[in-house]
T-cell receptor, first 114, second 115 residues
Framework: AQSVTQPDIHITVSEGASLELRCNYS??????LFWYVQSPGQGLQLLLKYFSGDTLVQGIKGFEAEFKRSQSSFNLRKPSVHWSDAAEYFC????????????FGAGTILRVKS | DTAVSQTPKYLVTQMGNDKSIKCEQN?????MYWYKQDSKKFLKIMFSYNNKELIINETVPNRFSPKSPDKAHLNLHINSLELGDSAVYFCASSRGRGAIAGELFFGEGSRLTVL
């Protein structure tokens, strides 16, 4: 079965430090990959997506992610974190072979300390 | 204007009651979804409609009944509420037929608490 794993439930980084959030997937097909962010009391907002082509994708708010097929990973990165980045981040994966459904990871809560 | 709006935002009710959550999108999208986010923050799809046609129907108790009167609206009715139904329910929409086609736009969620 398809699955998405975000190994880190919580991550705390200092403001200005770099960030990497991990996402691994298990899919028997060519995946479509997404990162969404959820601020408290809000719905999810798309940060970036990967369908094909260049494996390093740029998103909003200075985020980027790299697709590594050999590692089945799609890690999210940001070179310098701002206090406003504190939120919960969800990786999601879909594939045409599994219908029009996204499978979400359990999320990683990012805390930013000043 | 809010792109995807859900009402009510909070709902507290007793076991056994029936309740509805409404969703409207003004983005002109063809497809709408209901997701359930449980207390552990797992987000799982329940239903999806494309132009009023049900296209995704996950393993959900038949106490849950979606209804799409037109492509801009998707409502969720829940009969005989149970404690385990307590969750945040998110409505979302997308252009085209499937979530993988691009971006999902989410509402702010409706927090249902069953006592």
């Amino acid at each position: 079965a398809q699955s998405v794993t975000q190994p880190d439930i919580h991550i705390t980084v200092s403001e200005g430090a770099s960030l990497e959030l991990r996402c691994n997937y298990s899919y028997g097909a060519t995946p479509y990959l997404f990162w969404y962010v959820q601020s408290p009391g809000q719905g999810l907002q798309l940060l970036l997506k990967y369908f094909s082509g260049d494996t390093l994708v740029q998103g909003i708010k200075g985020f980027e992610a790299e697709f590594k097929r050999s590692q089945s990973s799609f890690n999210l990165r940001k070179p310098s974190v701002h206090w406003s980045d504190a939120a919960e981040y969800f990786c999601a994966v879909g594939a045409r072979e599994y219908g029009n459904k996204l499978v979400f990871g359990a999320g990683t809560i990012l805390r930013v300390k000043s | 204007d809010t792109a995807v709006s859900q009402t009510p935002k909070y709902l507290v009710t007793q076991m056994g009651n029936d309740k509805s959550i409404k969703c409207e999108q003004n983005l002109g999208h063809d497809t709408m979804y209901w997701y359930k986010q449980d207390s552990k923050k797992f987000l799982k799809i329940m239903f999806s409609y494309n132009n009023k046609e049900l296209i995704i129907n996950e393993t959900v108790p038949n106490r849950f009944s979606p209804k799409s009167p037109d492509k801009a609206h998707l409502n969720l009715h829940i009969n005989s509420l149970e404690l385990g139904d307590s969750a945040v329910y998110f409505c979302a929409s997308s252009r085209g037929r499937g979530a993988i086609a691009g971006e999902l736009f989410f509402g702010e969620g409706s927090r249902l608490t069953v006592l």
